[in-house]
């Protein structure tokens, strides 16, 4: 085996590097890709939805006096061509015809007195008075030329007084429009100012009204909270007078009484009880002055243990020291 | 590093705001990462090639084909042999270089010293790379995780001149951080996946390659009577 061999059998040849690299390439693309995508998608805020809220249409009132007003704007320019027709059936003679473009310029002037106009006419139009000069009435043809141009003068001005004074009663009317549109939305503004104060009022009246009816209602708890108390309170007291008097009875139904005492003494006893109505201790408060009356009352007491005590425990304060009297005589 | 009131936290954003060192080690990661995809495609190519060559030799040898012709057409072959391929052409040509009559254990022994030392070479080639492999997919993450754990520890340092710190100041410092150990992960995941199936294949193949040397010592222990004959 030569050295060429050799190298032959031990030379690595590897299949497709560059393939592999391109390959390598595209995951890191593909990978970055979906990385920078999805980053995008949380990073974008949600679209925000902008609303506009209108109380009411916006007012086309300002439109229309504008509207009203662009009108007369091209009348105002196509009046002026009528006037200047008309002027050219008056003039009787065919002559004055080249002259009539002349009365445009001197419109233009402020209509000055007739005699500088002669002059001036003198002067500017003497290539008329040698084309004139072949008629023989010049004179009167002047004369009548000047009437008709102070005639158009006039006409002129009249149109132009015309047209300015309708320019103003234009603007006027624009103005008045305006004025009304103002007044209206002011009016509007009042009303809707109005119906929100009257609206206010009303919420107020409607929380004043909730809370006299809360008020009143607390009231109403109140009260009949009281009269509940009242009446327990009263059940209480019942059940009280009612344990007492039969206490009271069942120590009468024990006593023995000593015959004939003189009048109607009357004996009295401090009773110490115990919860259950066991007789803790008994002690004469006031005597009768009978010993054996008192006697036979406190054996009649201890006799009659136990006491009937109302089942409510909480009631037994009322028995704790029960002050029992005897009358001798009942 | 600015909190802002509106934070882009865009890929991009993020890592251009990074720290210096944070974008060292996302670079460096990210080229280790660009390099680990290379090889594992270009390993992935060799290895399926390899199994192919050995497929094809294996199947054309044990039809029954002449030795010499194998041998001839290995050698005077245009293209590189296979590994298979060269694993015969050691041992055939150590065979036939023998003059008859030579002790056959002695021809034996050279004969698998020559084919072991080719296929200790076609094993070297078939792994080279693969600790590449091994190493990115171990280290990457340990890197990722360095560059991380830096940008929240600048992150946090710029907290301290704000006196009501919220979560909002430190959160873009601790994305971006973060970014850093998720391309450690991305380097690292793809790694340890082809370095682990590359060695079971290149242990399948040496499996084969290692049967085919004791069968092809078989083969020519075989032939070597005849040959004294």
């Known amino acids: 085996m030569t050295m060429a061999y050799r190298q032959h059998l031990t030379s690595s040849e590897e299949p497709r590097p560059i393939l592999a690299g391109a390959l390598a390439l595209l995951v890191h693309i593909v990978f970055i890709a979906i990385l920078i995508f999805g980053f995008n998608w949380k990073d974008e805020p949600p679209a925000s939805m902008i609303v506009d809220i209108w109380q009411d249409l916006p007012r086309p009132a300002p439109q229309p006096v504008e509207k009203k007003a662009a009108p007369p704007v091209q009348p105002e320019q196509q009046p002026k061509p009528a006037p200047e027709v008309k002027p050219e059936p008056r003039p009787k003679s065919s002559e004055p015809k080249p002259e009539q473009p002349r009365p445009a310029p001197a419109q233009a002037s402020p209509p000055p007195p007739k005699k500088p106009e002669i002059a001036i006419k003198d002067k500017t139009e003497p290539p008329k008075a040698v084309q004139k000069a072949p008629t023989p009435d010049l004179e009167a043809q002047k004369k009548k030329a000047q009437e008709q141009e102070a005639k158009e003068k006039a006409e002129a001005e009249r149109l132009q007084r015309e047209k300015m004074e309708q320019e103003q009663r234009e603007r006027e009317a624009r103005k008045k429009l305006e004025i009304e549109a103002q007044k209206q939305r002011e009016q509007e503004e009042q009303r809707k100012r109005e119906i929100e104060a009257q609206k206010q009022h009303e919420q107020e009246e409607q929380r004043k009204r909730e809370l006299e009816a809360q008020q009143k209602r607390e009231q109403e708890e109140k009260a009949r909270r009281e009269a509940q108390q009242a009446a327990a309170r009263a059940q209480v007291a019942s059940e009280i007078s009612k344990y007492k008097a039969m206490i009271l009875a069942k120590i009468k139904s024990r006593i023995v009484m000593p015959p004939d005492l003189p009048g109607n003494p009357v004996t009295e006893f401090n009773v110490t009880l115990l919860p259950g109505g066991d007789i803790l201790d008994v002690r004469l408060r006031k005597s009768s002055g009978y010993p054996e009356f008192d006697s036979a009352v406190e054996r009649a007491i201890l006799m009659s243990r136990p006491l009937p005590l109302p089942p409510d425990p909480a009631l037994f304060n009322e028995f704790r020291n029960l002050q029992v009297t005897v009358h001798y005589l009942e | ?229």
């Open chain 2, 1 to 229: 590093m600015n909190p802002t009131v509106t934070q882009d936290l865009s890929l991009f954003h993020l890592i251009s705001s990074a720290s210096v060192f944070v974008q060292l080690v996302m670079l460096m990661l990210l080229l280790a990462s660009l390099l680990s995809w290379w090889y594992i495609f270009r390993k992935m190519f060799v290895l399926r090639e390899a199994v192919k060559q050995s497929d094809d030799f294996e199947d054309s040898f044990w039809r029954g084909a002449d030795l010499n012709v194998l041998y001839q057409r290995a050698v005077g072959s245009r293209y590189a042999p296979s590994s298979m391929e060269r694993i015969f052409v050691a041992g055939f040509g150590e065979f036939s270089k023998h003059k008859p009559g030579a002790n056959i254990d002695m021809m034996m022994d050279s004969i698998r010293r020559a084919m072991q030392a080719t296929y200790q070479r076609e094993m070297d080639r078939l792994e080279s790379h693969l600790s590449f492999l091994a190493t990115v997919g171990s280290v990457s993450p340990y890197i990722g995780l360095l560059g991380t754990v830096w940008g929240i520890m600048n992150s946090f340092r710029s907290l301290s001149n704000i006196t009501q710190a919220t979560i909002a100041h430190v959160a873009p410092g601790i994305a971006e951080a973060l970014i850093a150990t998720a391309m450690g992960l991305f380097a690292a995941i793809p790694a340890v996946i082809a370095y682990n199936r590359y060695v079971s294949d290149i242990e399948k193949l040496a499996t084969r390659f290692e049967s085919f040397m004791e069968e092809l010592s078989n083969v020519l222990q075989r032939r070597a009577p005849t040959n004294l004959e």
